[in-house]
């Protein structure tokens, strides 16, 4: 699969009521990694077509809302079904051209994630039907709840950072009942597209999910226009989540219903180590969760709290692993680390290391160096900053940049208030220690601090069905993708109650007294 991708640039189209259009405004995807190397071509809808697919998503919706649940589900079971089998190489090689994953990053997501969120939404679903009330006299009464589709349609925005996520913020809606405008990433177009595909060819009708790659602004633009907005699903940045949900609010008069909005935003992610933790484990955890993925993950470890007492070991092994860490492209085995997703990327994280090298406050002890010749290529970097308030250990940077502040052991209450306050985000998080009181008090003071906490743990690696994931703050609306509660945002249940028993009169007893 890896070598015929190479050897061909997909030409994908919009998908609008089951039709492929081809706009002729154009496009190209490359290869991070080989960024010479342009692995499709797709096509942009423009105002126009975003408002036709809006029309036939509505042409279509009563009937999609309408169809047995068991239908609708059975398309994701059998996605998730070829996916698992014969999709599988391809849905890899894609994500590790298109968006420079390692096969083992590749796997976790592509494969396994995208699988669970199909597999388990569905599970999910049968429980929230199977949720219905009491009927408190059965011979008087009978009630219902009829979990109905959202009254318009959905526009999910996906990122490019993993394949499963966009797969899951189109198809979630449309398991509920919904219809769906998917706008996907640029740079995760190829294989987004082939999910796309593989649905349709396991039964998903025309205009269910419309399939509309557009320039950002275009779309959001149209879709909170349109009266018949009922939901946005957002994976991206705060500033777009926040221009969306500022053009919602200027168009509340327009609307049929309270448009819902649901965003994951990124954060800003902590590692805090007592002097009781296992070193070796905080070492391996802290690698993983900053440099897997070049960082690129919403959940990466981007700062670490380390005790002065235990500082010299931590950096000492810190180092001896660091060098051990393989960057190269995403296609060869032995590569841990390979390029970051595009050029606005490099020159944002390039921006950080740059900071770090000229700030006094700040000391590079592992990476600085950046190569953009080939591929976006940024060394894994460590940086040691005196400042617990420097932008680099505050603001998110989405690469493969670790923060670490080593502060005194009598100052740990005082650090873990640092923790909680000196950032926007609350997404992820995790303690090291063995020692039960610490671990006890420093989850009590982290509380609002991450909506998925780890206790020994690296902060990423959610799994479906077992850390359904989300955070607050400025890292989204904590609606907690890979539980049920996550489906209850695509539904609208009304409340239906039969009655057995004709009303004989309009008196209460007390009138016949």
């Known amino acids: ?98 968006q420079a994953k390692n096969v083992q990053q590749a796997e976790i997501d592509a494969a396994c994630e995208l699988i669970d969120f199909f597999r388990f939404n569905v599970k999910y679903a049968k429980e929230i039907y199977q949720n219905q009330p009491d009927h408190a006299v059965v011979k008087h009464t009978l009630n219902k709840l009829a979990y109905r589709g959202l009254e318009g349609f959905v526009a999910a925005i996906s990122p490019f950072n993993f394949t499963a996520i966009g797969a899951n913020l189109c198809t979630a809606p449309a ?31 025309p205009g269910v999910i419309n399939f509309l790659p557009a320039d950002g602004p275009t779309f ?35 609307y049929k219903n309270f448009p819902r909005l649901v ?13 009781s933790a296992n070193i070796d484990n905080v070492i391996n955890g802290t690698i993983r969760s900053a440099f897997e993925y070049g960082g690129q ?42 390029a970051v997703i595009d050029d606005k990327a490099f020159d944002r994280i390039k921006g950080y290391v740059d900071h770090a090298k000229s700030s006094p406050n700040l000391e590079i002890i592992h990476g600085g160096s950046y ?19 420097d932008k680099i250990i505050k603001e998110e940077i989405f690469g493969p940049i670790l923060s670490v502040y080593v ?19 609350a997404l992820t998080g995790a303690i090291y220690g063995d020692n039960i ?6 989850a009590d003071a982290l509380r609002d601090s991450a909506g998925n906490f780890y206790i020994n743990d690296k902060s990423t690696g959610s799994v479906v069905g077992q850390q359904p994931f989300g955070g607050s703050r400025l890292s989204g609306t904590n609606d907690k993708a890979g539980m049920n509660t996550y489906l209850l945002k695509w539904v609208s249940p009304q409340s239906i109650k039969e009655s057995l028993v004709p009303l004989r009169s309009i008196k209460y007893p007390s009138n016949e007294a």
Not at 93 to 98: I, N, R, V
Not at 322 to 329: D, L, M, Q, R
Not at 371 to 389: A, L, M, Q
Request: charged residues 25%.
């Open 1 to 98: 699969s890896l070598r015929d991708m190479k050897a061909n640039t997909e030409e994908i189209p919009c998908i609008v009521n089951g039709e492929e259009i081809f706009t002729g405004n154009t496009r190209y995807q490359v290869s991070p990694y080989d960024h010479s190397r342009k692995i499709a071509q797709f096509h942009l809808a423009d105002e126009a077509l975003i408002k036709k697919a809006i029309k036939n998503s509505m042409n279509v919706r009563a009937e999609w809302e309408r169809t047995p649940f068991e239908y609708r589900a059975s398309i994701l079971l059998k996605a998730a079904d070829l996916i698992s089998t014969t999709y599988r190489s391809k849905i890899l090689a894609s994500t590790m051209l298109g």
């Open 175 to 205: 398991l509920m009942g919904n219809v769906v405008l998917w706008k996907p990433s640029d740079t995760a177009m190829l294989s987004n597209y082939y999910v796309y595909k593989i649905l349709q060819e396991c039964g998903l009708p």
């Open 220 to 254: 959001g633009d149209t879709v909170v226009k349109s009266n018949d907005l009922a939901a946005i699903n957002f994976t991206g940045s705060v500033p777009t989540f926040k221009r969306l949900w500022k053009q919602v609010a200027e168009n509340l008069d327009v």
């Open 263 to 275: 965003g994951e935003c990124g954060g800003k992610n902590y590692h805090f180590v007592h002097q």
């Open 297 to 338: 993950k919403c959940s990466a470890c981007s700062r670490m709290y380390v005790p002065e007492s235990k500082w010299e070991e931590i950096k000492s092994k810190l180092l001896q692993k660091c060098n051990e860490v393989k960057v190269g492209p995403a296609d060869e085995f032995a590569t841990f680390v390979s």
């Open 371 to 389: 190569d953009n010749s080939t591929g976006y290529f940024i060394e894994p970097t460590v940086v040691v900053t005196k400042d617990p308030y």
């Open 407 to 425: 502060y005194p052991d009598n100052k740990m209450e005082e650090t873990l208030k640092l923790v909680n306050d000196s950032t926007s985000f």
């Open 437 to 442: 009181k610490f671990l006890r008090d420093a």
